[in-house]
């Protein structure tokens, strides 16, 4: 890696916003360094200087220039490094579809898995209705293709891959299954844990899951 | 306008998302039909099927096709027509930081505003101070340049003088002057307003104000 790729990481291994980052730089065949954050224990000042806005992981540091918000950062990734498994259509009207969909994941997966593991009895069960009405949409979006970027794995299959690490834990405290509520996007799914550059970035569910009775235990649940 | 360029735009005289839209079109010289949604009597068919996740305005109609969301909008607008008023840097990382801003305005602006016109008391210094506090994180990413551009009107420009078209409603409500408690910010705000492209698509602070006035009665507040 030459001086000009000097590519380093802000990462948290549970995080899937930076399971995306990964995913995205492995897809582009880019060497990079990850720096884990302590985020139970404390932020490093590097983490704290190049996103003062949200103090969040991740964060890219491209010879030392913060690139913050994950969406962005794969976007960025895909920018910068083109031509190796070209991530977003040639298109500009696809490319804002993409746009679009990255955006709609950001603003609802999360917090509708949030939504599950915070909550319990009638509250759970809206939680989980909206969460499994949320992957419909998505679904929708496929049509009837292997993948959110078509034929081939793209920008959104990066930006959705990534939440599905969390999947399992919502499944356990939800009680349900993905794949059978949602049976197309449960193909896509195995489809996508096929590609290298998705597992070997993708951490044990079970870890995940792990994590999160760690996050209701701090949150007051049970 | 050859029939390949036919716009369309699903517009809202008062939505500053819809102002967005109109100045990156203004800015790029590209003509196009505004058709006024009646959002408080009822959406249009067209808007319900071209926007069947949010049903919001903006919808930019191109050729029939729709594109939503407003930053995504103007972030098409760009990458359609690159070559008149260029809005994004050159660079990937220019561009980063631009989307990077643009998503900050979309998160914090037009919701710290609402803060101030639905509050009072107490919870409304609380919003003033934060909305403020907002505003001064953005004026620094302005650095000591004319626009968020840099030396140029650009897409950070776009996206946020399109939101100060309320500013004056805040204002009278929040009882304070943004010029006062952000001069750099105010001194940038005269600056877009020179640009036909702002000035023509920009509507009369008074009217605005006169729409959160019902806003606010909707909403049983006073």
Not at 113 to 129: P, R
Not at 135 to 159: H, P, S, T
Request: aromatic share 12%; hydrophobic share 40%; charged share 30%.
């Amino acid at each position: 890696m030459s001086k000009d790729d000097e590519l380093r990481l802000l990462d948290f291994w549970a995080s899937p916003f930076c399971m995306r980052v990964k995913i995205a730089l492995s897809e582009k065949g880019v060497a990079y360094e990850s720096q884990q954050e302590d985020l139970f224990g404390g932020k490093s000042d590097m983490l704290l200087k190049s996103n003062p806005i949200y103090e969040k992981v991740p964060v890219l540091l491209d010879n030392g220039k913060p690139i913050v918000e994950s969406n962005n950062i794969v976007y960025y990734i895909e920018d910068k490094y083109p031509s190796t498994n070209p991530l977003l259509p040639s298109c500009a009207y696809g490319r804002s579809r993409a746009r679009f969909w990255a955006d709609f994941i950001d603003k609802k997966i999360f917090e509708g898995g949030m939504c599950i593991w915070k909550s319990k009895g009638e509250e759970l069960e809206i939680a989980k209705k909206d969460f499994i009405e949320i992957l419909k949409k998505l679904e929708g979006a496929m049509g009837d293709k292997d993948f959110f970027g078509g034929d081939n794995f793209g920008y959104v299959d990066v930006i959705a891959i990534a939440m599905t690490s969390w999947f399992h834990a919502y499944e356990v405290f939800g009680d349900f299954k993905v794949e059978q509520e949602c049976p197309k996007f449960g193909c896509w799914m195995k489809r996508c844990l096929e590609r290298e550059s998705v597992s070997s970035v993708l951490p044990d569910p079970e870890k995940i899951y792990q994590c999160v009775v760690m996050l209701r235990k701090m949150h007051g649940i049970e």
